[in-house]
């Protein structure tokens, strides 16, 4: 019959006792107080305006979540923060979310793509990249940002692939063959300790340029920028706003890369389509009148080198190792 789904899961987590909390992560407060005040599986952590925090922490035989989920109350997202002690083994570990409303199909991120898949009889393994959405057949859009590289999609819920084990991880592999078989299935490389944030988005409908974007925030490390005020008046306007500092014309082209080059003192701009479409649009740098005006295909990548001569900006496309 070929490879088929599960029916159902084989075990699910439960919320932890009291007893099972105290011996997870004891309160300080458990060394000197006489009281012992008990400790609760959920705890709210901060109860502000802008960013609740709460902790809950499930127990599923020897493995334990301890989760935080932050309310973002400008957005209406929350964000998920999971610390996963896996204690199974040659098993899968999938997040379930219910869905209220019947589900028409789900599209995930792919290789400078989206691919759109309907509902299974059965927990189907889909693969995806950084976001996969749950649409209903009335608009309605629910977002999963997060490093899954798997999902499950049927009429009552949604399953997202959190860990592997290895005798999934090595599916559709012929144990005879060697070279495709080598290092595909080391034992329980998924068990200890990991840390994993997510992020889920509510919309009334679909925009994949927001969600597309949204993922590269929660997934992308944070860039510092440090500035050392010399102490002179003339320095307070130094640092001036980088904001909208290069600009595209076009809503559906990003500006992915912004630095400076590496054998030389230009400045390079990389920017990507996510519409699917070619289209032509133009580069802007605040402060100059000179622009770059340039054709990108549908998901493609260029490139482009600016130098500047006097008061005039030169723009010149080059590939993405700058011409090395």
Not at 94 to 113: H, Q, R
Not at 228 to 239: H, I, N, T, V, W
């Amino acid at each position: 019959k070929g490879f088929t789904g599960w029916e159902k899961p084989t075990k699910k987590f439960r919320l932890a006792t009291a007893k099972e909390v105290e011996m997870i992560c004891p309160p300080p407060s458990r060394k000197w107080d006489e009281k012992k005040l008990p400790c609760d599986p959920i705890r709210i952590l901060e109860d502000g305006e802008i960013v609740p925090e709460v902790e809950a922490i499930f127990i599923c035989e020897l493995s334990t979540i301890v989760r935080r989920y932050v309310f973002d109350k400008k957005t209406g997202g929350l964000e998920v923060r999971d610390r996963v002690m896996y204690a199974h083994s040659d098993m899968m570990l999938k997040m379930e979310i219910p869905l209220a409303d019947k589900p028409k199909d789900t599209i995930a991120e792919a290789i400078y793509s989206a691919v759109t898949r309907t509902p299974d009889r059965e927990i189907e393994e889909r693969v995806n990249q950084r976001w996969t959405t749950v649409r209903t057949a009335e608009g309605s859009a629910l977002s999963v940002l997060g490093p899954f590289g798997a999902h499950s999609l049927t009429d009552k819920a949604f399953y997202v692939t959190v860990m592997r084990s290895p005798a999934f991880a090595s599916c559709n592999i012929r144990r005879t063959d060697n070279t495709w078989n080598v290092d595909r299935a080391t034992r329980r490389h998924d068990q200890g300790e990991h840390e994993i944030t997510w992020r889920l988005n509510f919309a009334k409908s679909f925009n994949e340029k927001e969600v597309s974007q949204a993922s590269q925030m929660l997934l992308e490390p944070a860039v510092w920028q440090i500035f050392y005020p010399s102490g002179r008046k003339e320095d307070k306007f130094a640092l001036s706003s980088l904001e909208n500092c290069v600009t595209v014309d076009s809503p559906t082209v990003q500006i992915v890369a912004l630095k400076k080059a590496e054998k030389s003192n230009a400045m390079i701009v990389r920017v990507q389509d996510v519409s699917g479409r070619t289209q032509t649009t133009t580069l802007r740098i605040k402060g100059s009148k000179g622009v770059c005006k340039f054709e990108i295909g549908g998901y493609n990548l260029k490139t482009f080198a600016v130098t500047k001569k006097g008061a005039a900006l030169n723009f010149k496309e080059v590939n993405l190792v700058e011409g090395l």
